[in-house]
């Protein structure tokens, strides 16, 4: 009886130790923050800028990289690694519609303002931290 619960604490923890080796696999290389600092000169940040926790989102949350980055279409990327070239949010969302909280705070975000860097980032965020339970003020995330 001894040795058979040996060998069963042996194989589940050798599954959780390639289960947590599989997860850091996928985030190796990846930054463990990164400055969601704005490069759009035609908005300007009036909050401080949102050190992002990456390696906390991917590994602790288990938030895949599908679900931040995407493609024109608002696809997933579903095969980005951090190996990988990943664009800046602001490559594509360098529109000067900034718009206002409520185009991002509302049910659907306006066309127009999701063009903007800064709605488009805070609609990924707000929308998945309201889903999730993270924090919604905005000084919980533009902490001094």
Known sequence: MKKRAI???AIISGVVMLMAAGLYAG????????????????????????????????????????????????????????????????????GTGAGTPKDFMGPKPDVEALKSYYTAVHVNCVGCHKKQDGPKSCTECHAK
Do not use: R, W
């Open 7 to 9: 060998i069963l604490g």
């Open 27 to 94: 985030t190796e290389g990846c930054p463990d923050t990164v400055e969601m600092k704005n490069e759009n000169a035609f908005e300007q940040h009036k909050m401080p800028v949102v050190n992002f926790d990456h390696a906390k989102h991917s590994e602790e949350y288990g938030i895949t990289c599908g679900e931040c980055h995407h493609d024109e279409n608002h696809e997933p990327l579903a095969d980005l690694t951090c190996q990988g070239k990943v664009q800046p949010c602001f490559e594509c969302h360098s």
